[in-house]
């Protein structure tokens, strides 16, 4: 079925703004006509407790309970944090320590769950109708179910939908611009669940009250804009479809609202700042399980792919799911890749251990070979400037790569490192092969560390300070106690004396009396 037409009503290039970015290979075609499969339940199943941005998630189970798929096994702690539930049912066998997926290799707490083959679920949230429910109703439901921004940035889902207390809002935007290389989930997803996403999008945009719905989907997706474009009402909205030009990192959602609005987002603000809130196509899927059939968030698809895979695929995994046992799935190496990566090959991580599991932000798995992977020969900067000419945020990369290498940080700091996207596109655009986004990782890194130190240096210092105030007022109150007993004592010490006195005088006057009859 063709869609020129469809694209032809819907991209106007008049309507759209621009900013600075690069347009690396897209590479989709090895897994975009790879329909989603469902793998089969995993060996073993590890769940870390911070699968999302905020404070980590406080274990519900114990090791040897028993659980049932979809029960809550970790409560979200703190105002920012996210449920997690079980992805099948099973046997919890260690409420410890894993590797994380993520480049340090480093444990943290985890819940390992041996699966018993059953997949027996446990009772489902309590399912709402959307058309009756509250804003309020909805975005409680969304936290239940353990939602989070599924696009890769991992915010909980809730939080984003409760901004109506606070901002202005009048716009909804759906990020369907899948911007990383390789990478095709979100639009196999729209392709083949367009009315269940569509759906979702209704319901968010219930829960947000806003006027108007866009979702944005870049021109090099032609089957998943005509999807979309097809089943583009639910609720009481009607969403536009806008296709946008294939440009990496479209899917940032500040230069997303950008294109789309012409509005820059201050730094360190947020998009709600100018009355639009952005939320993923995956998450749209997820909100409508959530809502419509009271599922929790323990699967995702994930594309497989490069070179050095045997059969690229687009798989939906259960939360938990080791990396290896993904590969395996999809037939193993080609060939010993050269990189294998979590995530797309712009801003994805390196796999230190391939037994880590695939988590709520997990959107790729990519075995790169060394075709497929620049050179790894590093050269000087010459300072030509190519790393500013991509830098969508107009930061100057090769200033702060020179200000990091001295060790000073709060340099790098003062001129945007902080602001930086690490989307790498400096990397990318680089002819020297300086792994700038890797630097900016290290620097951002060894700042938060910087500050965390800080921050604790001045909690101990408030702590010993505020001990400090209680002993003296502990002091002070003992000295106060004893002053007013020693008043005490005194007191009576008179009273007993004015007493005794009474006594003998009245003795002597009786006696007295008794001598003079």
Known sequence: MSVLPTLGTL???SQLFSFKGVHPDPRKYLSSESEIETMPIPTLIRLPLQQHIG?????????????????LIAKARGPVSANIHAPTSGRVIAVGHFTAPHPSGLPVPTITIRPDGEDTWGPHLPRIRPENATPEEIAAQVAEAGIVGMGGATFPSAVKLNLRAKYDLHTLVINGAECEPYLTCDDRLMRERAEEIADGIGIMGRALGVKQIIVAIESNKPQAIDAMSRYNRALDYTFQVKVVPTQYPMGS???????LTGKETPARALTADLGVVVHNVATAHAVHNAVRYGEPLITRIVTVSGRGIKRPANVKVLLGTPVSEVIAHCGGFVEEPDRLLLGGPMMGQPIANRRVPIVKGSNGILALTRAETPGNEVMPCIRCGRCVQGCPVGLTPFDMNARIQADDLDGAAKIGLMDCLT??????NCPANISLVQTFHFAKGKLAEKQSRKHQAEETKRLAAARQAREEAIAEAKRQAMAKRK???DAKKKADAAKAAAVAAATAATAQGEANP
């Not at 959602?253 to 294109?259: A, F, G, I, S, T």
């Open 487 to 489: 008043a005490e004592m």
């Open 423 to 428: 989307c790498g596109c400096c990397s990318y």
């Open 55 to 71: 404070a980590e998630a406080e274990p519900v189970v114990q090791r040897d309970d028993y659980v049932l798929k979809g029960q």
């Open 253 to 259: 959602e500040k230069h997303l609202v950008r294109l």
């Open 11 to 13: 991209f106007r290039p």
